[in-house]
């Protein structure tokens, strides 16, 4: 794609990207005097850099790529991803995250885990790791691919070489700087992300002549359905909906961000305005798929490679190379926070309640390791499952299935006995994964089994218990 010359000079620019990255996250090294400093950021997050991180939770590797491969090849009826993920946007900071914000600020939670053994007991925290596990893994492992993708691509480097360097790197700097590094790293790239995909989009659109031409040339060739909304199945609209849309109001990566904020209240204002420029950004790149087919007509390149075409098209070198850094930013933000979340999870709900006199240095140190736990989770899930949309959409459909419904339904309703939420959990994890073991019968994706099984377990076991004591959250 790129001459020798184009070629030495990106790799040059993607690694010191990398080392710059590296350097600070050993500098916030020595801000990590505890625990809590390493896995919620000490709790002292202004609301600026918490609007940062979360769009660059937000907007990852597989948004930028996935979605633009996919609004390449299925048009814009892919903006129904978007649409669902809002719908669920709203739900969670209308009606959830104040709640999780006092609960988090009252008894010190660093992880859902801590949330499901105060609401259901102890025996909560197995499957919640699990299922916290099962998209952590998953997401994280889709921004190894990325991340390889990106090296082949641009610097030559063999795809498989390219996951295995993506994930030294990226795991390196993760243990080392922990979620203080990742959220102030995340200043920087949600700036770099939000103004490159604008930037993206603008040009595209402008090369393409407008919307005019775009829907002429599409009907030319009798594809003009591709430019509707409204081209998608009513089933696929519904697994985006009860996967990507259900999981932002179950995941632990914003959790972790609603308790790392220094102020309760502004964690609400800063989720309303990080969100609604990250899905408008989600929006953007799904339209820059279907101009760059229908508008640059961009129609004899591979729709997985399609944001390298893109840009090749439309930028002269140097604004290339800005756009492959634009790239690394999206990988890398929402990349560590994933890995973050994952082995938040192992240390604080596996080990942590084992090591109850362990001191801030002993638990420094399995938050680290915890760290290295899941990224050799992430990357075999990587080496197995190529797929950025799918894997991602694979993994949480496994956490929406455990869930969900005891979180949901245990915020809400005092009712719920410690019974039915950990029923509820093994219930719709275990049957959502022997589900997809099985290849998906009937053709019915595992979330259609998961979760209605742990919402039918969990309405079961509480109407037919007699209410005892109130819950303790």
């Known amino acids: 794609m790129f001459s020798e010359d184009a070629r030495i000079l990106l790799s040059v620019i993607v690694f010191a990207y990398f080392i710059f990255l590296f350097v600070m996250a050993l500098y916030m090294t020595r801000k990590n005097k505890t625990y809590e400093d390493y896995n919620v950021a000490g709790r002292s997050v202004s609301i600026f850099p918490i609007i940062m991180t979360f769009i660059g939770t937000g907007v990852g590797g597989s948004t930028l790529l996935g979605y633009m491969e996919n609004g390449y090849r299925l048009g ?7 649409i669902s993920i809002f719908l669920c946007v709203i739900i969670f900071a209308t009606f959830l995250i104040k709640r999780i914000g006092q609960l988090g600020e009252q008894h010190h939670m660093v992880t859902i885990g801590d949330y499901t053994t105060l609401r259901y007991s102890k025996r909560a925290r197995v499957p919640t790791v699990f299922s916290i596990l099962f998209s952590y893994c998953a997401m994280t492992g889709t921004n190894f691919i990325a991340l390889a993708t990106i090296l082949n691509l641009t610097i030559g480097l063999d795809f498989m070489l390219g996951i295995f360097i993506g994930w030294f790197l990226l795991t390196s700097k993760t243990y080392f700087g922990g979620l203080k590094a990742i959220i ?121 490679f399609i944001y390298y075409g893109v840009i090749e098209e439309v930028f002269p070198f140097a604004l290339v190379v800005l756009m492959i850094i634009v790239l690394l930013a999206v990988v890398i933000s929402s990349a560590d926070s994933f890995l973050m979340a994952g082995a938040s999870s192992i240390v604080n709900d596996i080990i942590r309640p084992n090591t109850a006199h362990a001191g801030e240095k002993k ?21 197995v499952i190529p797929e950025l949309v799918n894997l991602m959409v ?25 019974i039915a939420g ?18 998906q019968p009937f053709d019915l994706h595992p979330i259609f089994i998961g979760l209605p099984l742990s919402i039918i377990i969990l309405l079961i076991i509480t109407l037919s218990t007699k209410p005892n004591a109130p819950a303790r959250a």
Not at 422 to 439: C, F, K, N
Request: glycine share 10%; aromatic share 10%; no cysteine.
């Open 363 to 383: 638990m420094l140190l399995w938050s680290r390791l915890s760290v290295l736990i899941v990224s050799v989770i992430a990357l075999v899930s990587a080496l």
């Open 422 to 439: 950990i029923a509820s959990m093994w219930g719709g994890l275990s049957v959502a994964v022997i589900w997809q073991v099985l290849g």
């Open 184 to 304: 102030w790293q995340d200043v920087i790239h949600g700036i770099i992300l939000t103004v490159g995909i604008i930037i993206l989009f603008i040009t595209v659109v402008s090369a393409s002549g407008g919307w005019g031409p775009t829907a002429e040339y599409a009907a030319s060739v009798g594809e003009g359905n591709m430019l509707s909304v409204m081209n998608i199945s009513t089933g696929e609209i519904l697994i985006y909906l009860f996967t990507l849309g259900l999981f932002q109001l179950v995941r632990q990566d914003l959790w972790q961000r609603v308790w790392a904020s220094k102020s309760v209240n502004s964690a609400p204002n800063a989720y309303w305005i990080s969100m609604v420029i990250a899905v408008g950004l989600g929006v953007l790149i799904v339209a820059i798929g279907v101009f760059s087919r229908y508008g640059l007509r961009l129609t004899d390149i591979d729709p997985v």
């Open 76 to 82: 814009m009826g892919q903006q129904w991803i978007h």
């Open 394 to 418: 694979t993994g949480t459909a496994m956490t929406v299935s455990g869930l969900l419904a005891p979180v949901v339904f245990g915020l809400f309703w005092k009712r719920v006995p410690e």
